[in-house]
């Protein structure tokens, strides 16, 4: 089987970014998400994001109008799942959801659909189960931001057949992206170790041993990480962060994996990251600065 068309449930960040890097794989893309200004905002963020690779020199301007003509916006989902010949799916990170979406593309996608979950802790074995087709899910955890990040995680559970993680493999080497296959497992590979490096480094934060960018600092240099730990979890989301972090607890039942008392507070106040202009840094200028204080 060939990918040739896709869907792309939720226009998020995430979902956005899963749909620019399918239209630009030369597939015909159909972006839902079931709030209008949701949609008309993810499908801006894809054009903005075409525009600035113009600007920089990086992006032709027929290449954007080759993509622009993959990309399709859509309001009704069944609508847009029908016939193509793979989904997936970026919505919040609630199980009832995930499970709600799956239970609707087991009735209305075509048998041989590719069915893929952009979770990036969740069980895909409960969220494959929804579908009545588990053998057709697999797990598709990308990273933030989508079109820059060159990991694909592929996440199997018992039930995936081997054609589906074969065509999962070849979906993400269509997409750019290196990808690799873990177990089904709380956290999987990548967010079991981010979000603890991540946890620690706020627990270090709120002891007094450094600064946030000093953390960061020590990272970046002293490890070659890209980025540190605290900008990180910034860009991903506090939010997420610290469900992530409950799910691991619960699913292990260690709480060495609880999420640290000033994580919780951040996200009470409403400081989630740079999406909400403040979290462990102050976002707020559009650019990344230290906090002058933090609530505990």
């Known amino acids: 089987m060939e990918i040739r068309s896709v869907a792309v449930i939720g226009a998020g960040t995430m979902g956005a970014g899963i749909a620019q890097i399918c239209a630009q794989a030369g597939w015909q893309t159909n972006l839902f998400d079931a709030y209008p200004e949701g949609l008309e905002k993810g499908m801006g963020n894809i ?5 600035k690779g113009i600007a920089r020199g990086k992006t032709t301007p027929e290449q954007k109008e080759e993509w ?9 989902m069944v609508a847009a799942v029908r016939d193509v010949d793979m989904v997936i799916e970026a919505v919040p990170e609630i199980l009832q959801i995930k499970a709600r979406v799956f239970h609707v593309l087991g009735e209305e996608t075509k048998e041989s659909c590719l069915l893929a979950t952009n979770t990036s802790s969740l069980s895909i074995a409960d969220i494959a189960a929804a579908s009545g087709r588990p053998d057709k899910v697999i797990g598709m955890h990308f990273f933030n931001p989508v079109p820059i990040m060159k990991l694909l995680e592929l996440v199997k559970h018992d039930l995936c057949s081997e054609e589906t993680i074969s065509l999962a493999q070849s979906a993400g080497d269509a997409m750019g992206k290196t990808t690799i296959l873990v177990k089904d497992v709380p956290g999987f590979a990548t967010s079991r170790l981010g979000v603890v490096l991540g946890n620690e480094a706020i627990r270090m934060l709120a002891d007094g041993v450094a600064s946030a960018s000093d953390i960061d600092t020590a990272m970046r240099l002293g490890y070659k990480h890209p980025m540190g730990p605290l900008e990180l979890s910034d860009l991903v989301g506090l939010d997420v962060r610290r469900d992530i972090l409950n799910n ?3 699913s292990f039942q ?16 409403g400081s989630l990251g740079k999406k909400s202009g403040q979290g462990i840094y102050d976002w707020s200028d559009g650019n990344k600065s230290d906090r002058d204080s933090f609530p505990m």
Do not use: R
Request: proline share 9%.
């Open 47 to 51: 054009e903005a994001f075409w525009d």
């Open 68 to 76: 622009s003509s993959n990309l399709n916006p859509f309001s009704d």
């Open 248 to 250: 691991l607890a619960e």
């Open 254 to 269: 260690d709480d060495s994996y609880l999420p640290h008392p000033l994580l919780d507070a951040l996200v009470k106040e």
